[in-house]
């Protein structure tokens, strides 16, 4: 078991990769702390672990707001006695964030307050607790878009996860020393809910589709193995990391039509 005996937060474990992520933590021994704005969704994760056999508990926060990052934290040392792993993983996407020119001082508010501030609160709570524990590991989640213009504009959302991932190179270099290690995960696109609504449309699907080389978009699996091998020990000497699980997005070039390279 990879992550025996940790205690693991998950924001956004009420669905997709928090919550794929969650099962997956459980199943690898962690007792995972199951945090959501939506505490039913919350609450059926942690059901889910519990049927399985593992160690879970659900809170209820919105992770933009201080006290409830407060409250989240102290619930975690509460609940299951410390804190080792904090995954900032939750997350939203506007359908109106689109160019630099046409979005909308309430969007770019909502969602840097969420994507960015949020993991800012995340990490704020977490580092006194994960130091109470002798260390841990932070991941926050990025994007590949945190790397490179998205082919779609999405102005507000790029910027958040544009300071998600200079802000956890630098309190992985802060707090190195102390045994504390933070990395961003920049998934590539994947089927989950956030993007559900955009990719039910047949257009919109392939404007996305066609810059992927493997010709697919990710399973939320497939990023909570990558969040997985960050929290556990596995990892140990990966800090301050751009992780880019993106299907070989960033790595390409690729024709506008889509094409897969040829000779
Ligand atoms: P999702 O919509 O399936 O799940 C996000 C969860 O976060 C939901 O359960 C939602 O209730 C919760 N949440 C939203 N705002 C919250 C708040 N203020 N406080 C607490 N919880 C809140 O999304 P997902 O695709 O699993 O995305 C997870 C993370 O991965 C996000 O940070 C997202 O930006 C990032 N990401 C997703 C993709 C993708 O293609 N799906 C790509 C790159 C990065």
Redo the contacts with the bound molecule.
Sequence with gaps: MRLKDKVALI??????????SSLLFAREGAKVVA????LD??EATVKEIRDAGGEAAAFA?????AK?AAAMVEFAEKTFGKLNVIFN?????HPNDESVTNTTEEIWDMVI???LK?VFLGCQYAVPALLRAGGGSIIN?????AVMGAAVPQIA?TAS?GGVLAMTREIAVEFARQNIRANS???????????AELLADPARRNRRLVHIPMGR??R?EE?ANAALFLASDESSFVTGTTFLVDGGISGAYITPDGDAPQR
């Design positions: 924001t956004g474990s009420a669905s997709g990769i928090g919550k794929a945090v959501d704005l939506k969704a919350a926060a919105d992770v933009s707001k409830d993983n939750a997350g939203v996407f307050n969420v994507n949020g989640t990025a994007s590949f878009v959302y996860k995960l920049c998934p590539g696109p994947v089927e989950t809910p956030l993007l978009f990710a939320a990023m």
